[in-house]
């Protein structure tokens, strides 16, 4: 006999004493070889004298998931053992029991380490929503969710969220999450960014936070901003809501700051459509135009002459005769003609009378 077989021989019986002599306790984390896969098993070799066996019904929790779509004879897999027939040879074996072990793990050290995770939220219940992870079931109370107080939760159901583990108790299969905390500390991360880089006149796309009757607030990145009413348009509006809506996506630009007061003003308004320019191409002092009536005061009427140049109409020259009120003669929103009888380029004001036109009517 050869040296070569001799020496074959003594390694096969080697593997042969190994294989026997290896024992297998139940919890014990081994890996194996998949020799092959049936409708209701995976037979696996474990390198022992027991012949190993995951039930389909261990192999996954996701029942989309097909063990022959995953897996060939041949891979290797980790797996859990669950029980050891030593009179039969044989051992059962689990992946999910295993994987699940290492995903409890895996939340536990989110929380320790702050860790954010991602995860699907499946529904909505009393008092939040139910998300999961890797089949672990997360609760995220309504207050963490990041949505404001009466808002829906309906909308979360389906999607992704990125999320902390806040409390984790395994013995009762307990894990608590918070969407908000994530939100909160990108959100700072993000104003952190725009204080340290904003400046006059630099521009940003925003996004229409909520409205008020003095204006719009402007979420530019994690800051808020406010864009006057005065500010949204160069026309005459009474109420934000004609120009923006809450949602809308808007280009703005910095009037001015306060970094100490954290506060921002922010204009809408394109210079490049100045209507005081318009209006001066247009109109000179003596020319008549058709104007429209936007606001009566004791003293007279406020005319829109352009978008976003409104005239005085004193009362004295709303018509040809004497006139007690504005409102006698003239009602927001009709229009009428007038001439342009001065224009004080300093202040920006326009003077306008009605009576002139009548004059000229009757000579």
Excluded: C
Excluded at 8 to 13: L, R
Excluded at 34 to 45: A, E, G, L, N
Excluded at 217 to 227: E, H
Aim: hydrophobic letters at 35%.
């Amino acid at each position: 006999m050869s040296n070569e077989v001799k020496m074959e021989i003594e390694e096969s019986f080697a593997e042969m004493l190994e294989k026997s002599i290896k024992t297998l306790n139940t919890g014990d984390k081994v890996v194996g070889t998949v020799v092959q896969i049936t409708p209701t098993d995976i037979q696996v070799d474990l390198g022992t004298k027991h012949a190993g066996y995951i039930a389909m019904s261990e192999f996954s929790d996701d029942p989309n998931v097909k063990a022959e779509e995953v897996l060939k004879p041949g891979d290797q897999i980790e797996v859990l053992v669950l029980r050891v027939n030593d009179s039969e040879g044989v051992v059962s074996l689990s992946k999910k029991r295993l994987d699940a072990n290492k995903n409890w793990e895996e939340v536990e050290a989110a929380k320790d380490n702050k860790t954010v995770i991602e995860a699907t939220i499946r529904e909505e219940n009393k008092g939040g929503v139910v998300a999961n992870y890797k089949g672990i079931r997360v609760f995220i109370p309504a207050s963490q969710t990041g949505l404001r107080r009466n808002e829906p939760m309906t909308g979360l159901v389906g999607t992704t969220v990125r999320m902390h583990i806040t409390e984790v108790n395994r013995s009762r299969r307990r894990v608590v999450g918070s969407i908000r905390s994530v939100a909160s500390e990108e959100r700072a991360a993000k104003s952190k960014a725009v204080w340290e880089s904003i400046e006059v006149g630099k521009h940003y796309s925003g996004t229409v936070k909520s409205l008020t009757s003095y204006g719009a607030f402007v979420d530019i990145g994690g800051v808020d901003g406010m864009v006057h009413i005065s500010e949204l348009s160069w026309s005459r509006i009474k109420h934000p809501s004609e120009v923006v809506s809450v949602g809308d996506p808007v280009d703005v630009y910095v009037i001015k700051y306060d970094s100490e007061k954290k506060k921002i003003s922010l204009g809408m308004k394109d210079p490049n459509e100045n209507p005081w320019e318009t209006f001066l191409n247009k109109y000179s002092v003596g020319d008549v135009a058709t104007v429209k009536v936007v606001k009566l005061m004791t003293f007279g009427a406020f005319a829109e002459v352009v978008p976003g140049v409104d005239g005085l109409i004193h009362i004295s020259q709303i018509a040809d005769h004497r006139v007690e009120k504005p409102e006698d003669e003239l009602q927001e929103g009709d229009v009428v003609d007038v001439k342009i009888t001065d224009i004080n380029l300093e202040t920006r004001k326009v003077s306008l009378s009605r009576r002139a036109v009548l004059l000229d009517a009757e000579d």
